[in-house]
């Protein structure tokens, strides 16, 4: 199996950068990956790891932030992708990739290195700024590159909170870390409380304050809009699992019964020829496993709207243009206009995604009921027909 080469890593990573990073991502960039790599290094040493560490260390520092090519908020997930694709392709032991992976997720906030040293050193490295003398002014990137990839712009006031609550549940896991890093960072921080105070003194903008209170948007009731986001990230996801699972209960139900069901037809119906005595309970388990069929293929019926949407439709915001049967008989330039309009206004577009949870809560909803059916069907029907079976024998026996 191949080894890690650190040249051709560093070379495909750049070339990335270089091709498809935003130009909005103003921290995120060619220039912390190259700065954490820097300092995986230093920590690397410091810390005593070996050659083939060092290969993980170095490998994991250039990958970790590379899935900001593709997605901000599950940028780890899609590092992980890309390093994994890259280093399988090299022919890596998947024993070594999957360490680089395990690397590259300790580095997801709040960091969880566990005992790994190699993920600790990558997890220092990555918050070694934080000890810097630069971090106030390279900080002011990060806040603005929030800004450019947030919906809702972020205050100097709620950024320096934000930041100070990370500072407070931040720490060192290396050694070096714990003994040279902690004392620059516990400078910035008392420079962060400063900063904090001074923006808490400032007065606030007439005007914008009673904008906030026409709109009825004071800054104390203020969404917080990740929250929201990952909250229906997170309900959409499990959703999406129950379908999943109902789907195959409903597979498994269909393919059990049709088995038996052929069987019956093919050997039964000689056998209930030769012994007529077993015609009614060969019907009744049949008839079980007809319906239990129908009622499971029921369960995973798909139901297919209009699939149109009318102007008026999207002035009133009664479409849900976040489910597929409302659009795909429009056309792309209609489809266009609409979620633009969508997007322009941040109460459709949170409806929308309201009313998708809830249109697949429904369609869900009706699954597992219909699906509860068949399973009750095939239950209440094996235990009939055995019965059926039993009596016969006691009645009729050979």
């Not at 500072?167 to 050694?175: G, L, V």
């Not at 999406?240 to 699972?245: F, K, P, V, Y």
């Not at 409302?326 to 577009?349: G, I, P, Q």
Request: net charge positive.
């Amino acid at each position: 199996m191949a080894s890690i080469s650190i040249r051709e890593v560093e070379e495909y990573i750049k070339d990335i950068f270089k091709e498809k990073i935003p130009e909005r991502l103003t921290y995120h960039n060619i220039i912390h990956t190259d700065y954490v790599v820097n300092q995986a290094k230093l920590l690397g040493e410091k810390s005593g790891l070996n050659e083939e560490e060092m290969s993980i260390l170095i490998s994991a520092a250039w990958f970790h932030d590379s899935g900001f090519t593709i997605s901000f908020s599950e940028h780890e997930e899609e590092s992980k992708k890309i390093a994994k694709e890259y280093l399988s392709s090299k022919g890596v032991e998947k024993d070594i990739v999957e360490r680089v992976l395990s690397c590259i997720e300790a580095t997801k906030i709040p960091q969880r290195p566990g005992n790994d040293m190699i993920a600790k050193v990558l997890c220092d490295a990555d918050m070694f700024y934080l000890s810097e003398k630069f971090y106030p002014e390279r900080s002011l990137c990060l806040r603005k590159e929030w800004n450019n990839i947030s919906k809702e712009k972020i205050s100097k006031k709620v950024y320096f909170k934000d930041t100070i609550e990370m500072f407070e549940n931040h720490q060192y896991f290396t050694e070096y870390g714990k003994k040279m890093l902690a004392g620059g960072k516990e400078e910035n921080y008392k420079l962060l409380n400063i900063k904090l105070k001074k923006e808490k003194k400032k007065p606030k903008n007439k005007l914008k304050a009673e904008n906030e209170k026409l709109l009825g948007k004071p800054n104390q009731g203020k969404i917080p809009v990740r929250g929201v986001e990952s909250m229906f990230r997170l309900t959409a996801r499990n959703q999406i699992n129950l379908s999943s699972i109902a789907d195959n209960k409903a597979n498994i139900l269909i393919s059990i019964s049709t088995i038996v069901l052929t069987v019956l037809v093919t050997v039964g119906i000689g056998e209930i020829a030769e012994y007529p005595k077993i015609t009614v309970p060969g019907i009744i388990f049949m008839a079980t496993c007809l319906l239990t069929i129908i009622f499971a293929i029921l369960s995973t019926r798909p139901k297919i709207s209009s699939g149109k949407f009318t102007e008026e439709d999207i002035h009133n915001k009664k479409v849900n243009l976040l489910f597929f049967g409302n659009f795909y008989n429009m056309k792309l330039e209609e489809y266009e206009w609409a979620v633009k309009e969508m997007m322009n206004d941040y109460n459709y577009l949170y409806n929308s995604m309201i009313r998708d949870q809830y249109s697949l809560g429904r369609v869900i909803s009706q699954k597992y009921k219909l699906l509860r059916i068949a399973y009750s069907i095939f239950m209440y029907g094996l235990i009939l027909s055995t019965i059926s079976f039993a009596l016969v024998i006691l009645t009729f026996p050979v």
